[in-house]
């Protein structure tokens, strides 16, 4: 057994059991001045462990002490507070235990629903994003041998504004400039993507070339012309096969050259070329001998070379003395009828299980504009997404009909590419007096201005510099909408990746909804116990139940109400509203009762409920217990989870709910909720 994580631990009835750890296996502890002196796992028992800094951030096993238990880590949770030695909190335990943020798993006796897939962070499934093996990668005069060539480095302008291309200017006919060998493809067999960027400089011979050598004869290579921005002539020869040459203009007479092959076989001597040439073939070594031309001191710019193991290039990366390698998180596609317990695709932090309510994204086909994004998306893929450049400020768009009175959210995932970083994103049209448009920073995560202030605005970190921006407003004219996203001011020296496109009705962001040829629906997610399954665990009358909560929006928006449970026949429900914060409403059939927290400063809620005829009392995060005593309902018969009914889904996390067969005090109802 290996205990991962004790995170922000309810320790329910004096004992480690909220992780739940192998059904159970911790059953005991006594938590006395910041030190477990007695617990049991399985078998066997930790006989002493210190905890310093009110953290479980170190443990000093006695001989012996496990031995069918291994400790990987405990890590900084905090036990603090009257938590940590109440004699207040509860010494029985729990009749049902849905650990959801621990466990990550589903209790068998659970119905789970949902019609659709929807995607969500596993916490551990990452994708190769971001490859560059080639170091000093806007260095030239650095690990290349040069033959009939000078080079200066830092001499222009280079495609992200600063001044780092070098000048490659001939001094003989047939420049070269080589790696030999260039360690990272020995013995490597598989694809190769070779990129780098060039831009015609002064003379007749403007063209570049790149080529790739395994031994011998085998290669492949390709010349581009530089002045009508096209590939003049590619090939291979052996056993090494091309796959693809392109060239893409970026701007500013900048264009990124590229060819993608294979060597066909292992090789202990790899060789990658570039440079000058006056437009002819190259030789069957793959590169140019000298005097293969006569020079008129031509000479073009180059930058940002760029040598990946994959089928085609990516965003590019530069490098210093270390090749990089970059990975991210994966964005995953949960099966319909398949729960998500999702988790912070950054820090990892299981969030819980994910329940939201039905929200569509009207629009499909993703990004109208700029070109073709080469970064590693989100969901691992390469293809789909925009490059927002730096040419127009408003050259991405979008529009949509809309009807005055509609609360539109529009978000994106957007990662900076060259430049600053910044993006202008969101609606025009909107709004009859003003465009709602924002300002940000994709290198340090911040919004920086607004256009107008009547919307709300969030950025969201999901790893590997992409993040989740969103923006929410309502509208007050008709026709059309139009969204979209472009340089921030005169910033025109700047590229942003852009993908993932959503435009949905509602006041908040969802979990990202697939449209790739049509407009799609993510169904409400609906996870119920009922039946025997509740009546054989819960007793139907005087019971108290504990709940932990996360909801994803804010509270500025009115009229949002998140359901975190409720028991039925009857409506006796538990949500957190956005006025009066965490409440109990029962109704029987109609409103009999109503304990109100009045809490909207956080999205994060521990709370424990005591339900007794005509005694209904609660506690949430520890504060005074309110209550009313004069309420009844019916004996209850099922326990909804995250919404009631089809409807004031959570739109958030369960992190856990634990019911007790039996009325807890006042005193422990605060204890059990105290952060």
């Avoid at 990668?137 to 290349?144: A, L, P």
């Avoid at 600053?420 to 911040?446: I, P, V, W």
């Avoid at 399954?533 to 709940?547: G, K």
Wanted: with cysteine; glycine share 8%.
């Amino acid at each position: 057994m290996a205990i991962q994580k004790i995170s922000n631990a309810v320790i329910a009835d004096n004992a480690i059991d909220s992780d739940n750890l192998a059904s159970g296996a911790v059953t005991a502890a006594d938590i006395t001045d910041g030190t477990i002196t007695t617990s049991k796992i399985a078998d066997d028992s930790i006989t002493s462990a210190k905890l310093a800094a009110n953290s479980v951030t170190s443990a000093e096993i006695a001989d012996s002490a496990v031995t069918n238990a291994k400790i990987d880590t405990i890590a900084s949770t905090k036990i603090t507070g009257r938590a940590q030695d109440n004699e207040d909190l509860p010494t029985i335990k729990p009749s049902l235990l849905l650990d959801f943020a621990n466990q990550k798993t589903l209790d068998p006796r659970i119905t789970f629903t949902r019609d659709s897939t929807a995607t969500y962070y596993d916490g551990k499934t990452t994708v190769k994003a971001e490859e560059n093996l080639l170091t000093n990668s806007q260095n030239f005069n650095s690990g290349w041998s040069i033959s009939n060539a000078a080079i200066l480095d830092n001499n222009a302008a280079a495609p992200d504004g600063t001044t780092t291309a070098a000048k490659i200017t001939e001094t003989d006919g047939g420049v070269r400039l080589q790696r030999e060998p260039f360690s990272p493809l020995i013995n490597y067999s598989g694809d190769i993507a070779y990129s780098m960027y060039f831009k015609e400089g002064s003379g007749t011979h403007y063209y570049s070339w790149l080529s790739l050598r395994g031994e011998s004869g085998d290669v492949f290579w390709a010349v581009f012309n530089l002045n009508s921005g096209a590939v003049t002539t590619s090939g291979s020869s052996g056993t090494a096969s091309i796959s693809s040459a392109t060239i893409t203009s970026v701007g500013n007479g900048w264009y990124r050259c590229q060819i993608v092959g294979s060597y066909g076989q292992n090789y202990t001597n790899p060789i990658i070329y570039c440079g000058l040439s006056d437009g002819t073939a190259i030789n069957s070594g793959g590169y140019y001998s000298g005097g293969s031309w006569t020079s008129d001191g031509s000479y073009i710019y180059a930058w940002g070379g760029q040598v990946e193991k994959r089928s085609s290039a990516t965003a590019y990366t530069p490098t210093t003395s270390q090749p990089v390698t970059k990975y991210i998180p994966k964005l995953m596609t949960a099966p319909a009828g398949v729960a998500r317990f999702d988790h912070d695709p950054v820090t990892k932090e299981s969030k819980g299980l994910l329940i939201e309510s039905q929200s569509s994204n009207v629009w499909y086909s993703d990004i109208m504009g700029g070109t073709d994004s080469d970064a590693v998306k989100p969901n691992g893929k390469t293809n789909g997404g925009r490059i927002i450049d730096r040419h127009a400020p408003y050259n991405w768009y979008k529009q949509h009909s809309q009807t005055s009175g509609t609360t539109w959210t529009l978000s994106v995932f957007a990662k900076a590419g060259l430049g600053s970083g910044k993006t202008l994103f969101g609606f025009e049209g909107l709004n009859q007096t003003a465009d709602t448009r924002y300002t940000f920073n994709l290198l340090n995560g911040t919004i920086e201005t607004a256009e107008k202030l009547h919307a709300v605005a969030a950025i969201t970190d999901v790893g590997g510099g992409w993040y989740r921006l969103s923006v929410t407003a309502t509208s007050t004219g008709t026709g059309y909408i139009t969204a979209h996203m472009g340089n921030s001011g005169n910033d025109y020296e700047n590229t942003v990746h852009a993908w993932g496109l959503q435009l949905e009705v509602g006041k908040f962001a969802s979990s990202w909804i697939p449209d790739e040829t049509a407009a799609a629906t993510r169904n409400y997610d609906s996870a119920k116990i009922s039946g025997t399954n509740f009546s054989d665990t819960v007793n139907p009358q005087n019971i108290t139940v504990y709940a932990e909560s996360d909801i994803t929006h804010d509270y500025t928006w009115t009229n949002i109400n998140s359901t975190v449970f409720n028991l039925g026949p009857d409506r006796v429900q538990y949500r957190i509203d956005d006025i009066s914060g965490p409440e109990v409403l029962v109704f029987n059939p109609s409103l009999v009762a109503q304990l109100q927290n009045g809490d909207v400063s956080r999205n994060n809620h521990k709370a424990a409920i005591a339900y007794e005829y005509n005694n209904l009392r609660m506690s949430d995060t520890g504060k005074t217990v309110l209550s009313d005593t004069s309420c009844v309902w019916s004996d209850f018969t099922n326990l909804e989870i995250g919404a009631w009914g089809s409807a004031e889904h959570l739109n958030g996390y369960v992190k856990k709910i634990a019911v007790y067969n039996s009325l807890l005090t006042n005193a422990q109802l605060q204890a059990l909720t105290q952060d």
